[in-house]
């Protein structure tokens, strides 16, 4: 089996607009990419809070 692709922050925005949008659950999305509520919630949080950019790891500790 190969690697997970990498969740960028694009890859995180669409996965949460899919969510937004009604097309998809977050116990779906969950399931599907093998990510915890906790950790959609967060990066929902951090979309709310700063944009594309606070799905960035590296902005992580800049933003906090």
Same mark, same amino acid.
């Given at each position: 089996?190969?690697?997970?692709? &990498?969740?960028? #922050?694009? @890859?995180? @925005? %669409?996965?949460?607009?899919?969510?937004?949008?009604?097309?998809?659950?977050?116990?779906? +999305?969950?399931?599907?990419? !093998?990510?915890? #509520?906790?950790?959609?919630?967060?990066?929902? %949080? @951090? %979309?709310? &809070?700063?944009?594309? &950019?606070?799905?960035? +790891?590296? !902005?992580?500790? &800049?933003?906090?």
């Amino acid at each position: 089996p190969g690697a997970a692709p &990498r969740w960028t #922050p694009l @890859r995180k @925005r %669409e996965l949460l607009r899919r969510i937004q949008s009604g097309e998809a659950t977050a116990e779906t +999305v969950c399931a599907e990419h !093998n990510l915890s #509520p906790e950790e959609i919630a967060s990066w929902a %949080e @951090r %979309e709310r &809070r700063f944009g594309t &950019r606070g799905l960035k +790891v590296s !902005n992580l500790q &800049r933003l906090r």
